[in-house]
C-alpha cells in the first residue's frame, strides 16, 4: 500500500479541527472523509473501506468508546486511532481495552498524526486477508475474481463492487442509501432503486445457480449477505 492510497475517516465533533486535519491529510495525498457524532461515524466506518478511523472519545450521539466498542463488536477490523482532549492513564487503557490500535491527546502534532497514520494503514494492510471468503463463496479483490464452490463467476464492475461491500460487512443489514454511497459515484443522481437491480443481477449469478439465498432481502430496512453452504 502507497500513502496516495490511504483512506482515513475523522470522526470529530469539533468541526474547524475535523476540517482542518482533512485539509492537512489531502495535502499529504491522504483521502479524508469527516463525521461529526458518534452515530454517523458509527455508520461510515461500517459502510466505508477506510485504512484507518480517527476517533474522539467525547461525541454526540454515541460516545467514542461505544463506537468502538460496536465496531470490535461487528468484527471490523479497522484501525482505530483515539484522539481526545482526556489525558488520564485510565482514559489510555480504556481505548486500548476496547481494542483501539494507537491514542493521541489534544493538543498535538500534525507531523506525529501523520506517522501514526501511516504505521496504522501499513499494519492493517499487512493483517487484512487477501482473499474474501463467506461459506463457499470466494472474491479476489486484487483479481477482481469470484468463485463459489470452486466454480468460477462472471461479475460485472459493479457488480463486484456491491458484492464485495456485502460480503466485507456480512450479517449486517445495508440500506439501499447505504450500498449506494459505499458503490456509487458521489455525483450519482439517479433513483436509490438502482441499488434493488444490482442485488436481483448478483443473485441471479451467485445465489439461484448454487441454491443459495445469501443475499437477504429484510423488508422495509435494506439487505443482509449471510452466507451458507446449501
Known amino acids: 500500500m502507497t500513502i496516495d492510497s490511504v483512506r482515513v475517516l475523522i470522526v470529530d465533533d469539533e468541526v474547524r479541527l475535523a476540517q482542518s486535519l482533512a485539509r492537512g491529510l489531502r495535502s499529504e495525498g491522504i483521502a479524508a472523509d469527516l463525521a461529526h457524532d458518534g452515530l454517523t461515524g458509527r455508520d461510515a ?91 463457499d463463496l470466494e472474491i479476489d479483490p486484487a483479481r477482481h475474481r469470484v468463485s463459489r464452490a470452486g466454480t468460477d463467476i462472471s461479475l460485472t464492475p459493479r457488480e463486484f463492487a456491491v458484492l464485495e461491500h456485502l460480503v466485507r460487512n456480512r450479517d449486517m443489514v445495508l440500506s439501499k442509501t447505504a450500498i449506494l454511497h459505499a458503490v456509487w459515484d458521489t455525483a450519482f443522481d439517479g433513483d436509490v432503486n438502482i441499488v434493488e437491480i444490482y442485488i436481483s443481477y448478483l443473485r441471479r449469478k451467485i445465489d439461484t445457480p448454487f441454491g443459495r439465498s445469501s443475499i437477504q432481502t429484510v423488508r422495509g430496512a435494506g439487505y443482509v449477505f449471510a452466507p451458507d453452504e446449501g
Open 45 to 135: 466506518a461500517m459502510r466505508g473501506h477506510y485504512d484507518v478511523v480517527v476517533l474522539d472519545i467525547m461525541l454526540p450521539g454515541l460516545h467514542g468508546y461505544r463506537v468502538l466498542e460496536q465496531l470490535r463488536e461487528a468484527d471490523l477490523g479497522t484501525p482505530v486511532l483515539m484522539l481526545t482532549a482526556k489525558d488520564g492513564e485510565y482514559d489510555e487503557a480504556d481505548a486500548f481495552d476496547l481494542g483501539a490500535d494507537d491514542y493521541l491527546t489534544k493538543p498535538f502534532s500534525f507531523v506525529v498524526l501523520v506517522a501514526r497514520l501511516r504505521a496504522l494503514a501499513r499494519r492493517g494492510a499487512a493483517t487484512r486477508p487477501s482473499i474474501l471468503r463467506a461459506g
